[in-house]
């Protein structure tokens, strides 16, 4: 467009050079510069934008590959201690079934596991014997509530 203006044979020029027409021309041309003004304004914080955005895409990278690693860190360390904890649990089940093997031998060397079976078999022949007494009561029960209904 600035071509033009120098440029004495196109219409513009002709227009321009009238006296009233100048005045016309002026408020234009004070717009064309506001707008290339704004324009470059514009332009500007465009620019500023993208570098903005291109350093938080920069700064946010960053951070998600610290916290990857320190996540994988932590998984690793879980791993570990887990897997303390089971061989830990399976030698304290190991330990335990050796003391119970140990007591139950202990017991048997002593005699009082042939015992303990008897007393085993007495209780069992108690608790039967309870209940035996148990269910003539209910039958009796059952009877007197029929004959109440």
């Not at 227009?15 to 021309?25: F, G, L």
């Not at 897997?83 to 079934?97: C, G, S, V, Y």
């Not at 017991?107 to 002593?110: D, G, P, Q, T």
């Given at each position: 467009?600035?071509?033009?203006?120098?440029?004495?044979?196109?219409?513009?020029a002709l227009?321009?050079?009238?006296?009233?027409?100048?005045?016309?021309?002026n408020p234009v041309?004070?717009?064309l510069t506001e707008l290339s003004e704004s324009r470059a304004e514009l332009l500007n914080r465009i620019q500023n934008l993208?570098?903005?955005?291109?350093?938080?895409?920069?700064?946010?990278?960053?951070?998600?590959?610290?916290?990857?690693?320190?996540?994988s860190g932590l998984k690793k360390t879980l791993n570990l201690e887990?897997?303390?904890?089971?061989?830990?649990?399976?030698?304290?089940?190991?330990?335990?079934?050796?003391q119970q093997d140990d007591v139950s031998a202990s017991?048997?060397?002593?005699g009082l596991q042939e015992n303990s079976k008897d007393s085993e078999g007495q209780m069992d022949k108690k608790s039967e014997a309870k209940e035996e007494k148990?269910?003539?009561?209910?039958?009796?029960?059952?009877?007197?509530e029929a004959e109440h209904h």
């Open positions: 467009m600035a071509d033009q203006t120098t440029d004495s044979t196109s219409p513009s227009v321009s050079a009238s006296s009233p027409k100048k005045e016309n021309s041309d004070s717009k993208k570098q903005d955005l291109q350093s938080w895409r920069g700064k946010l990278d960053t951070q998600v590959q610290v916290y990857r690693e320190e996540l887990v897997e303390q904890l089971r061989e830990e649990f399976k030698d304290l089940k190991t330990t335990l079934n050796q017991l048997k060397s002593l148990v269910e003539p009561l209910l039958i009796d029960e059952n009877a007197k």
